[in-house]
């Protein structure tokens, strides 16, 4: 069976060569396309793709929301967003609203077609340039709580995996049967624990600390 693709993006020229792009692959097929996240929503109701390639910037309903959607009213189903920014606060954004991707438009071919497979198969992929000013950035920061991830528990080490690779907190208590609010407090001392401030530094530490591979190509 193919990977059944839905593109969503307000430019035609950009949505048939990404169209050519994919369908030059004989496990890759276009499903349908949109040109907001309105009618992304509606196609992926329609056509229920199993990767949807949603830009990032468009008008209308925004792109975080359709995602949210999305992944929410259709489980499986598998965003990544295109984007030309390198930017961590974008990156988190898009991870907060169900992303399973997070790849640059300038990038080659090849790099976009492993990573439709790579999220349609669970995994997540984020851009190596985008995960590389992460990591410079969790370098250059101070090192105070960082020299302690040693002593994560292994429910800590557990629940730090599951929500760097985009669980919610609500998920991860129903996998490992806890309550919320065991998740939460977990969480928590996590953050405080690794001196920890958000999602996207979060990720850069189980990367960090092989408890999630980085992605394949990186």
């Known amino acids: 069976m193919p990977i059944r693709c839905l593109i969503v993006d307000d430019h035609t020229l950009f949505r048939e060569g990404l169209r050519r792009v994919l369908e030059s692959e004989p496990d890759l097929q276009v499903v349908g396309e949109a040109r907001d996240g309105s009618e992304a929503i509606e196609q992926a109701q329609a056509l229920k793709p199993d990767v949807v390639l949603l830009d990032i910037g468009m008008p209308g309903l925004s792109s975080f929301e359709a995602s949210r959607r999305i992944t929410r009213e259709l489980p499986g189903r598998r965003v990544i967003f295109l984007t030309m920014y390198e930017d961590e606060e974008y990156l988190l954004q898009c991870l907060d609203a169900g992303a399973s991707g997070y790849i640059l438009k300038d990038a080659p071919a090849p790099r976009l077609i492993g990573a439709v497979r790579d999220v349609n198969a669970g995994r997540k992929y984020l851009s190596p340039q985008v995960l590389g000013k992460l990591v410079d950035d969790f370098r250059s920061r101070s090192t105070t709580g960082m020299a302690r991830g040693s002593t994560l528990t292994p429910r800590e080490r557990e629940v730090i995996k599951m929500l760097a ?10 996998i490992l049967g806890l309550s919320v609010k065991t998740v939460e407090a977990h969480k928590f001392n996590l953050m405080r624990k690794l001196n920890i401030h958000n999602k996207a530094q979060l990720v850069t530490y189980a990367i960090q600390k092989k408890i999630v ?4 190509g990186a």
């Open 165 to 174: 690779e985009g669980n919610s907190v609500r998920q991860i208590a129903g």
């Open 213 to 216: 591979k980085m992605p394949a």
